[in-house]
């Protein structure tokens, strides 16, 4: 048997498990496997599920974390990554999110989209309803680009039904707050990518989210985006040379702080820190012109920029100043962009730091009156496969029985692969290229530094930016009405739960 018992049992004890009877044969005699370290885990495991007793009681405060693009296969990577950064075994390791008690699948298909983008799927599970590939915000009538058919066919997010009713509301990103998720929460938009600009008669995302008119507006905003709200003849405050990309002389983040009632704009850690959350101000930080850092690449920000799970407690730490509750997205953005760049180095570690933000929910929360759901908006590329042996390290070449594996053409392999991208067997390929190697033949990657972050993975099909896939993703709840969160659900229910559990657009 292999030797994981401290480590297994200890991931057991994680999910707060605990021993059990050791199980009988028909005839009166102890299995012969009772003792056995993946049986006494998985008894107890049954045993803790006995022992669940759903919460029905109202949900004071909504967290949705949506890991953009974390499908299964990266969830399961990034499990087995934290666990092997660590020391411990990597394939029975958990991530926090591994200790919620319930869990569905959501069909990501979007209003016109076998396989669909951001902007659909996040409208879906703020709104209730499935729209259009491109869109925010509005129903299915709105195609995208169309400018004129907006008026009349926006549609109300949970964000704009909390603030009717007198709850505090925020929005964490590591991508830029305008992009398709974090606008999901507020914008109305025949295109995610009207983020600065837009065609006369409609108007632009980040104007919408400085404009809202929801409630009191928000509370706490925090993410990328800065040049999205500053004139383009006003230099950033970070990156020389750079200014902000808006035509119209506007400087949102000054009228953000004009806007008075103890308003904030914040654009490094240091001034966020200096922030006293709890005396009622409503923060704007913007800490990256566009898009923030990769985690992995995070440390040499000159600027000081938040972690995803520093923004997370500096959002719940203004939110819960609020007597009514309050509604909170906080998205892994930048999972998606690495993804889309064929690296899935820089992937798993955004993952793993988007499970430590959801470890810091947890801690700064209860239970019982506040519900957390994570999920992602829809699926990548990325596979497992291959034979590698057990604690083969996840972004090595497969080993099996402690010996290079090789397929048909004699070369060695990777675990981690995606099926399209910018790691093709022939890059050029990927830009349009005529590819110099001989058709049929890989590259030879045994002496390759596979685990190096700049290494993209290798990919079947030869594009210059990996896709999205349409399989169902995970849903995992905890807390008030979480057990509704079961089976293989449409992914605009995930709004049905949190309306329900909460009572808001009821």
């Known amino acids: 048997m292999l030797k994981i018992s401290a480590a297994f ?112 799927t996040a409208t879906a599970m703020l709104t209730g309803i499935k729209t259009n590939q491109g869109v925010l915000g509005v129903n299915g009538a709105v ?32 991508a830029r707050v305008t992009h398709a998720t974090p606008a999901a929460t507020y914008a109305h938009t025949a295109s995610r990518n009207w983020e600065s600009t837009a065609p006369e008669g409609c108007t632009d995302i980040a104007a919408q989210l400085v404009g809202w008119q929801a409630g009191d507006g928000f509370e706490v905003v925090l993410g990328g985006g800065r040049s999205y709200f500053l004139p383009s003849t006003m230099a950033d405050p970070e990156d020389q040379g750079r200014t902000g990309n808006r035509r119209d002389g506007r400087d949102l983040t000054a009228e953000w702080t ?34 923030m850092e990769y985690d992995a690449n995070r440390a040499g920000d000159v600027g000081g920029e938040p972690s995803i799970a520093e923004m997370t407690a500096a959002a719940i730490t203004r939110l819960s100043q609020s007597e009514e509750g309050f509604v909170l997205m906080v998205e892994g953005g930048r999972i998606d962009h690495a993804h889309h760049e064929g690296n899935a180095f820089l992937a ?53 029985g402690g ?66 896939t349409g399989e169902d993703v995970a849903v995992y709840a905890i807390g008030p009405w979480a057990h509704l969160m079961s089976g293989t659900v449409e992914q605009n229910y995930i709004y049905s739960v949190m309306s329900y559990a909460s009572g808001l657009g009821r």
């Open 348 to 400: 798993l570690h955004d993952a793993i730091a988007f499970d430590q933000a959801i470890a810091t929910a947890l801690e700064m929360t209860s239970r019982e009156d506040t519900l957390i759901i994570v999920t992602a908006d829809h699926g990548h590329t990325l596979t497992i496969n291959g034979y590698p042996d057990r604690g083969n390290p996840i972004f090595g070449l497969v080993q099996e």
């Open 9 to 120: 049992l200890a991931s057991a004890s994680v999910l707060g498990l605990v021993a059990v009877a050791v199980a009988q044969t028909p005839a009166g005699a102890p299995l012969p496997q009772a003792n056995n370290d993946y049986y006494v885990a998985a008894e107890a495991t049954l045993e803790n599920m006995l022992a669940r007793q759903p919460i029905e009681g109202r949900a004071r405060n909504i967290i949705i974390f949506v890991g953009d693009g974390m499908s299964v296969p990266t969830v399961t990577a990034a499990r087995i990554l934290e666990g092997q950064n660590r020391g411990v075994d990597g394939e029975s390791n958990n991530l926090a999110i591994d200790a919620f008690p319930f869990v569905a699948l959501a069909k990501t298909y979007s209003h016109n989209g076998q396989v669909s983008d951001s902007a659909p």
């Open 143 to 174: 195609a995208y680009e169309d400018c004129a058919a907006e008026a009349g066919n926006e549609v109300m997010t949970i964000f704009e039904m909390a603030e009717t009713a007198g709850l505090a509301t925020g929005v964490v990103s590591t």
């Open 403 to 468: 010996e290079p594996a090789l397929a048909g053409d004699g070369l060695p392999y990777t675990t981690l692969q995606y099926a399209n991208g910018p790691g093709a067997l022939f890059p050029a390929l990927a830009t349009g290229q005529t590819a110099p190697e001989a058709a049929g033949i890989r590259p030879d990657l045994t002496n390759v530094d596979t685990a190096a972050a700049t290494f993209l993975q290798p990919a079947l099909i030869p594009m210059s930016s990996e896709t999205h």
């Open 258 to 291: 004009a806007m008075g009632n103890n308003h904030a704009y914040v654009w490094n850690l240091e001034q966020l820190n200096a922030l006293d959350l709890s005396t009622g101000v409503k923060v704007l930080g913007l800490f990256e012109g566009s898009h």
